[in-house]
Nanobody, 124 residues
């Protein structure tokens, strides 16, 4: 059974940093693309960043490029999202997801597995 468990969310002031973690278990993910999405109240789920587990290639959403960094640690089967220079508009529930795909996909519909989400709140 595949499980994705996020951690690391919280409350931070604008300009601060947080690091989210996503611990993956239940299968081998080397043929998967991993993604971080976020969803604010009343808004659609938005692609934030993605990484190919096999070779570490990354891709970012326009609103976070240059501020967020996605990475993975194979030994721990964990994907990270380092978030710097946070803004109030980054406030959302952040979800980790896994897609059985050889490329990074930005559509939430393409992802097979999802974590439960972790809240990130950025105060102004």
């Amino acid at each position: 059974q595949v499980q994705l468990v996020e951690s690391g969310g919280g409350l931070v002031q604008a300009g601060g940093s947080l690091r989210l973690s996503c611990a993956a278990s239940g299968r081998t993910f080397n043929k998967y693309a991993m993604g971080w999405f976020r969803q604010a109240p009343g808004k659609e789920r938005e692609f934030v960043a993605g990484i190919k587990w096999s070779d570490g290639i990354t891709y970012y959403g326009v609103s976070v490029k240059g501020r967020f960094t996605i990475s993975r640690e194979n030994a721990k089967n964990t994907v990270y999202l380092q978030m710097n220079n946070l803004k109030p508009e980054d406030t959302a529930v952040y979800y980790c997801a896994a897609a059985s795909a050889y490329v990074i996909v930005t559509s939430a519909a393409r992802y097979n597995y999802w974590g439960q989400g972790t809240q990130v709140t950025v105060s102004s």
